[in-house]
């Protein structure tokens, strides 16, 4: 298809009335349990939300001490998927460890 140009004289249409909006952002949260081991937990925010060393565990022992922690912050799609690996990864290591999601 060709495009259009304006003739001398002419102006183009440059109006843009869509506006990309941000996504709306999701706070994985990570809980605590009697089972799981501090190790591992330390490894999973290692791979899965590609934390540091340090604050992996920073993290793991907020989640120990708290009850829960913050993973990271994605949106919704991104969110879901990492909880989801880190349910899996759980499950085949014989853990119950379990990750949420809340708005940000």
Avoid: W
């Amino acid at each position: 298809m060709a495009e259009r140009v304006p003739a001398a004289g002419q102006e183009a249409a440059t109006d843009v009335a869509e506006e990309i909006e941000r996504p709306r952002m999701f706070r994985v949260l990570m809980h605590n349990d009697d089972y799981t081991t501090m190790d591992f937990v330390v490894a999973v925010l290692r791979a899965v939300f590609r934390r540091s060393p340090e604050d992996a565990v920073r993290i793991m022992l907020n989640i120990h001490h708290e009850g829960l922690g913050v993973c990271g912050v994605y949106p919704a799609e991104v969110a879901e998927t990492k909880i989801a690996t880190v349910h899996e990864r759980s499950r085949d290591h014989g853990f119950p460890l379990r990750c949420s999601m809340e708005p940000d």
